[in-house]
Structure formats: C-alpha cells, structure tokens
C-alpha cells in the first residue's frame, strides 16, 4: 500500500465533478487500499478520490471510535437516494483543508447507493456521524467542499487563507 499525498485547497482539481468507476477490478482495489492507507496515516475518517487526484466516483470511510478495531467502508459510484428532513449539525473538517473547522448543518439521516469493493451493489442507511461523513464524501464527489455550507464571507476568508499559503511555497 502506498500513502498518496492529499490534494489541498485551492488546487482547482477539489472543484472537478468525478467520473463514473466503469468496473471494480485490481487496480481500482489497489487505490481502495492506498486511499485507506493514506486517510489511516492524515488521520481522517473519510476520504474521496479526488483528494488523492483521481477524479472516479469513489470515497472510503472510517467513522470506528479511537480504541475500537477499523471498520473501513468503501462506496463506488455512491447516489443518496433518501434524505431526512431533519437536519443535524455537526462540526466538520476536512483533509484538503487542513486545521479548518466549522460547524454544518446537512440532513441527520440519508440511505446511499452504492457498490462495493467486490462489484456487489449495496444500499446504507445512515445516520449520526456515517451520514455527515458520507453526506461530505460525496460532495466531493461533485466538487462541493464543506466551506460552501458556511457564510460565503467566512467561505472567502478559508480560500483567501489558503491561496496565500500555497502562493508562500512556490
């Protein structure tokens, strides 16, 4: 396994919408396991491809509690198919973004089709911290980033902070 290096804010490729995964086979394996390698080490508890610059319709996840064994949960080409209308807010960060937080308010319970690792579709219900993580991931999928559910003045600061910092390392 191979820890990828993490795509961060503002690189353009965080706003690219993902392409469908055509088929689970090896390869598509091997980045399953590189992308929970690489969300294992940031540490994180999910992590799409697009983070690791492989713009394909696939996120890991990991919501088990320190202490508790890994639970690592893998979605290809995910769809929310229900939302709840009650909603939940919960604080949130992200590995693109890193040391920024704030909290989001997102529905408390979604269902998600998916398809797993070994190509068998699979549908989740979802609630708590699964349902923000996965709410989140597949965001990303779409070129959403937590910071555009906050107020667009703190949304500009985030990008303004973050622009500043990668124009000092050129």
Do not use: W
């Not at 590189?34 to 080490?41: A, K, P």
């Not at 949960?73 to 604080?91: A, G, K, M, Q």
């Not at 068998?120 to 070129?143: M, P, R, S």
């Amino acid at each position: 396994m191979t820890i990828k290096p993490l795509i961060i804010l503002p690189d353009p490729l965080l706003r690219q919408v993902s392409q469908p995964v055509e088929r689970v086979d090896s390869e598509l394996n091997q980045l399953v396991d590189d992308m929970l390698e690489t969300m294992y080490e940031a540490p994180g508890i999910g992590l799409a491809a697009i983070q690791v610059g492989v713009p394909r319709r696939l996120l890991v996840i990991d919501v088990a509690k320190e202490g508790e064994d890994r639970q690592p949960l893998v979605f290809i080409n995910p769809e929310i198919i229900t939302s709840s209308d009650e909603r939940s807010v919960y604080e949130e960060g992200c590995l693109s973004i890193p040391d920024y937080y704030a909290e989001v308010e997102r529905p408390a319970s979604i269902s998600v089709k998916s398809i797993d690792r070994h190509g068998k579709e699979q549908v989740t219900d979802a609630d708590g911290i699964l349902a923000t993580c996965l709410q989140h991931e597949i965001d990303h999928l779409n070129g959403v980033l937590f910071i555009d559910h906050i107020s667009r003045l703190k949304r500009e600061m985030v990008i303004k902070r973050f622009t500043k910092a990668a124009r000092q390392k050129i």
